[in-house]
């Protein structure tokens, strides 16, 4: 047999499986590298979306609470305002009495 003849029929080379598996196994996990930077980017995207809601919530939630600190003085000042209400009311009457009074007297 021919040297050359011989080399073409030998079996492969054991060291290039191995290194089309590492080779595959490289690639697989570049993949799944790849997989997991792409739902980092989402998680990234969502969150961004996220804070701007909570930014948006927040200033709601201050008038909101703008709103009811100035409902809860308007709450605490209506006794005064109807004691002035009433106050007034009967300053009104008596001054309509001391005029019919006086109107009576003519």
Not at 77 to 105: C, K, P
């Amino acid at each position: 047999m021919l040297p050359s003849a011989a080399a073409s029929f030998r079996p492969p080379n054991h060291s290039s499986a191995i290194a089309q598996q590492q080779s595959s196994a490289l690639a697989a996990r570049i993949a799944s590298k790849k997989a997991e930077l792409e739902n980092l980017r989402q998680l990234r995207d969502m969150s961004g979306a996220l804070a701007e809601q909570m930014q948006a919530l927040e200033i709601k939630i201050g008038t909101l609470r703008d709103g009811t600190e100035a409902v809860a003085c308007v709450l605490a000042n209506w006794d005064n305002v109807l004691r002035a209400i009433s106050m007034a009311s009967g300053e009104h009457f008596t001054y309509s009495s001391q005029v019919s009074v006086v109107v009576d007297a003519f």
